[in-house]
């Protein structure tokens, strides 16, 4: 089943603009991750934000995690055209045994 | 040691056969998952290994799935019979302990 919900399902901007990205879950969770994937490929992990972190940079890449609210959001600042690809917030919930369970994600343009 | 592979890359089938993929997680990795992907949608789990044991199974794993660790190092996952909504992208990830995954390029199923 799925935990996280992303919103939008999905997003266009322009080439520098930033775009941002957000994420409920339902559970208790240990940390929740978020991950890329370029069309018909596998996906790529990005960051790791820990349940008693409340924002991490890496990047161009900034993650912040309410855990009173079960959301998370991602921003990609100054984005560019190869950030095109869908972005997926995946939960680590603490009842699970570590196997992440994965929103249905966001599907991002950005146009040159 | 380039990451996870997984093999074939695609695969067509007539509904009824059996298909068997194969995944090489990164060979430091004691935790190996197997996912299924269909269009538009996260990944969701079917079940994962540590080391050679199989922990976990998802409800999602009919009888006619079957997945396999021998030794630790590598993993098949067999489907009998197929159906065409068995149609899908299998994703293969591992990971060291609680850490985050590292996915394989993912095998694409068509049933047909």
């Known amino acids: 089943s799925q935990q996280g919900e992303e919103d939008p399902q999905a997003l266009s901007i322009q080439e520098g603009e930033n775009a941002t990205m957000n994420c409920s879950y339902k559970t208790s969770i240990n940390n929740l991750q978020w991950y890329r994937q370029n069309s018909g490929r596998g996906l790529v992990h990005l960051i790791l934000i820990r349940s008693n972190e409340r924002e991490k940079h890496s990047g161009r890449l900034r993650v912040t995690l309410d855990t009173s609210k079960k959301s998370s959001s991602l921003l990609i600042t100054a984005s560019r055209a190869a950030d095109t690809a869908s972005y997926f917030c995946a939960t680590d919930e603490e009842t699970s045994g570590s196997r992440l369970t994965f929103g249905e994600g966001t599907q991002l343009t950005v146009n040159p | 040691d380039t990451g996870v592979s997984q093999d074939p890359r695609h695969k067509i089938t007539k509904r009824g056969q059996n298909v068997t993929f194969r995944c090489d997680p990164i060979?430091?990795?004691?935790?190996l998952y197997w996912y299924r992907q269909t269009l538009g949608q996260g990944p969701e789990f079917l079940t994962y290994?540590?080391?050679?044991?199989?922990?976990?199974k998802s409800r999602l794993l009919s009888d006619r799935f079957s997945a396999e660790r021998p030794k630790g190092s590598f993993s098949t996952l067999e489907i009998q019979r197929t159906e065409q909504g068995d149609s899908a992208m299998y994703l293969c990830a591992s990971s060291f302990e609680f850490a985050s995954y590292t996915f394989g390029s993912g095998t694409r199923l068509t049933v047909v």
């Open positions: 060979s430091e990795h004691n935790r």
């Open positions: 290994f540590q080391n050679e044991a199989q922990l976990e």
